[in-house]
Nanobody
């Protein structure tokens, strides 16, 4: 009944910006926390950023100062805003969320992934 749907990936030039979205489809009570990961072929998934519903955030050193994570529970959507993008940011990006349903049942869900390519 509940799933995460990612969008916003695409091709951008170095130095450019891109915003990824992660929307909860279905009736839920709240998104309690969200994390963004990225993964290149043949490599382990890397934690990029996290946020909880109190607004506390954390970032990987490689993206600190360039990326912003946010959570809008009125829209049931989380965002990863990326700026000053570099070719090394090229990866498939995944969102992961802890969600509570209307009866406070818990879900740990992953988005389907969205490709970000940074190239001249």
């Amino acid at each position: 009944q509940v799933q995460l749907v990612e969008s916003g990936g695409g091709l951008v030039r170095p130095g450019g910006s891109l915003t990824l979205s992660c929307a909860a489809d279905g009736s839920i009570f709240t998104i309690a926390a969200m994390a963004w990961y990225r993964q290149a072929p043949g490599k382990q998934r890397e934690l990029v950023a996290t946020i909880n519903n109190s607004g506390s955030t954390d970032f990987a050193d490689s993206v600190k100062g360039r990326f912003t994570i946010s959570l809008d529970n009125a829209e049931k959507t989380g965002y990863l805003q990326m700026r000053s993008l570099k070719p090394v940011d090229t990866d498939v990006y995944y969102c992961n969320s802890k969600i509570y349903g209307l009866r406070l049942e818990g879900y740990d869900l992953w988005g389907q992934g969205t490709q970000v390519t940074v190239s001249p």
